[in-house]
T-cell receptor, first 113, second 113 residues
Framework: DGGITQSPKYLFRKEGQNVTLSCEQN?????MYWYRQDPGQGLRLIYYSQIVNDFQKGDIAEGYSVSREKKESFPLTVTSAQKNPTAFYLC????????????FGDGTRLSIL | QKEVEQNSGPLSVPEGAIASLNCTYSDRGSQSFFWYRQYSGKSPELIMF????GDKEDGRFTAQLNKASQYVSLLIRDSQPSDSATYLCAVRGRGSTLGRLYFGRGTQLTVWP
């Protein structure tokens, strides 16, 4: 089935540890996105990429890093510099044609141990 | 920073009623608008998108866009308990931010039997 796969579904981070969230899509979409959602809040953009080997910071990029080495994959690393990482992380992708909507994966819930 | 504002709710309507969800945006030149539904603990799913002034209908859902007044709304006719969710309004960026969406905080809707 075509879709966006995020893994793991739940992740726990120890203090001082970097963790990487996976996002893979087989929709042949050009653009991919990472959002963070806190309880009762909307979606805040962390990073996005519209083409392989290129990405842009969103509104809350500090403490996060990404790579886009393949069209299908856009992993997000939550570094130890991110002091409040507990949140619901959502990956999205879209075809890079006019007015195409973003579609979301099922999300990864990250908590601090 | 482009702003997208939604009534946070919660909005509570009886089964069978019309639910009206509203969204205003700050960038007068915005062209593309999206409504997503998010069930508790789940990822957002696309409900509708609209680009032209006026109404767009899809089953029980109607999106309304008024660019002069900078608002977009979502009407849900014959509301069902299964419509109980948070509804997110999103506006597409322009120019250098064409590839991204700006989200409101969402309106929580409860449909009671």
């Amino acid at each position: 089935d075509g879709g966006i796969t995020q893994s793991p579904k739940y992740l726990f981070r120890k203090e001082g540890q970097n963790v990487t969230l996976s996002c893979e899509q087989n929709l042949n979409h050009d653009a991919m996105y990472w959002y963070r959602q806190d309880p009762g809040q909307g979606l805040r953009l962390i990073y996005y990429s519209q083409i392989v080997n290129d990405f842009q910071k969103g509104d809350i990029a500090e403490g996060y890093s990404v790579s886009r080495e393949k069209k299908e994959s856009f992993p997000l690393t939550v570094t130890s510099a991110q002091k409040n990482p507990t949140a619901f992380y959502l990956c999205a992708s879209r075809a890079d044609r006019d007015n195409q909507p973003q579609h979301f994966g099922d999300g990864t819930r990250l908590s601090i141990l | 920073q482009k702003e997208v504002e939604q009534n946070s709710g919660p909005l509570s309507v009886p089964e069978g009623a019309i639910a009206s969800l509203n969204c205003t945006y700050s960038d007068r030149g915005s062209q593309s608008f999206f409504w997503y539904r998010q069930y508790s603990g789940k990822s957002p799913e696309l409900i509708m998108f609209i680009y032209s002034n006026g109404d767009k209908e899809d089953g029980r859902f109607t999106a309304q866009l008024n660019k002069a007044s900078q608002y977009v709304s979502l009407l849900i006719r014959d509301s069902q308990p299964s419509d109980s969710a948070t509804y997110l309004c999103a506006v597409r960026g322009r120019g250098s931010t064409l590839g991204r969406l700006y989200f409101g905080r969402g309106t929580q809707l409860t449909v009671w039997p």
